[in-house]
């Protein structure tokens, strides 16, 4: 499978705060990716570089085996973005502003764009300045999705949609995206968006990615760890790969990764009285990948 993005050393200051420090990503073709990372982490600031609303200091962004430039604007007509405010010429109605994105994507689909206007209950006639924040979100994606991307951008988009819709655009619309090729970049801080579509999970915070890796394995090998001893926690108890670690007398919780038998077998030979282990939520894994970074900054 062959990769539809590549980023490489990406790095991106404004001022003295530095945002992003020598960046990797690779994304490959027909693949939901979620980029994790609370407010003010650079997922945005990453999100307008790859678009070319913002240069670079240093790095290199390559789409489809082509470098792409600040300046550039060609590729564009293959991606769709939808951010968290879009903005729209207000005086415009709905048709309009079709009307006019129409003429900058060769595979803009009518059909398609008039399916989605009904599916959101959108009217043509409709003028933008009257429509509510949820509506224009709405019609962001309906404009994003009328130009049948091969790849698929969102920073943060679902925040003003109401419950339906969105769960509409997480379970059906995106994943019948994929379906057909597309490749998805879910840039957000909320996580529950995230938990029941994504395929490759990468984790911001630093200004670089401390976490990336397919999403099923970081499931199936983040486990919580509670263990209770008959005195006090043995001296020495010190296990690789914690992110967080709880010590209440007797008592130990820790988040392991990537959990194995090795660890397993480490621990049964502290001979705890009782051990649970079980597996965690996008949640969870997400604040115990932060905390375990915190703790070794």
């Known amino acids: 499978?062959?990769?539809?993005?590549?980023?490489?050393?990406?790095?991106?200051?404004?001022?003295?705060?530095?945002?992003?420090?020598?960046?990797?990503?690779?994304?490959?073709?027909?693949?939901?990716?979620?980029?994790?990372?609370?407010?003010?982490?650079?997922?945005?600031?990453f999100v307008r570089m790859v678009m070319g609303i913002i240069p670079s200091d240093r790095g290199a962004i390559i789409y489809k085996g082509r470098e792409v430039k600040f300046n550039h604007s060609a590729y564009k007509r293959e991606i769709g973005y939808i951010p968290e405010d879009p903005f729209f010429y207000g005086f415009m109605t709905v048709s309009e502003l079709l009307n006019l994105n129409s003429s900058f994507y060769p595979k803009w689909n009518e059909g398609k764009a008039d399916e989605y206007l009904q599916r959101f209950s959108l009217e043509r006639k409709s003028r933008i300045d009257k429509l509510s924040r949820g509506m224009k979100l709405k019609l962001g994606l309906i404009v994003a999705l009328a130009a049948e991307p091969e790849f698929l951008i969102l920073d943060d988009p679902t925040s003003g949609i109401d419950v339906p819709t969105r769960q509409d655009f997480m379970k059906d619309m995106i994943v019948e995206l994929c379906e057909t090729g597309v490749t998805v970049l879910f840039a957000t801080h909320l996580v529950h968006e995230l938990e029941r579509i994504v395929d490759h999970l990468c984790i911001l915070h630093g200004g670089k990615l401390i976490l990336d890796e397919d999403y099923q394995k970081v499931k199936d090998q983040v486990k919580k760890v509670a263990l209770s001893f008959a005195d006090s926690i043995p001296e020495g108890f010190e296990i690789e790969g914690v992110l967080k670690e709880k010590r209440n007398g007797k008592r130990v919780e820790i988040v392991v990764y990537p959990w194995d038998e090795e660890k397993e077998r480490k621990i049964e030979a502290f001979s705890p009285l009782h051990r649970e282990i079980e597996s965690l939520s996008l949640e969870d894994v997400f604040s115990s990948f932060v905390s375990g970074h915190k703790k070794n900054d």
């Open 1 to 45: 499978m062959s990769d539809i993005l590549e980023v490489q050393d990406l790095s991106k200051s404004f001022g003295r705060k530095r945002v992003l420090k020598n960046f990797n990503l690779n994304l490959k073709k027909g693949k939901i990716y979620g980029l994790l990372g609370m407010n003010g982490t650079g997922k945005t600031t």
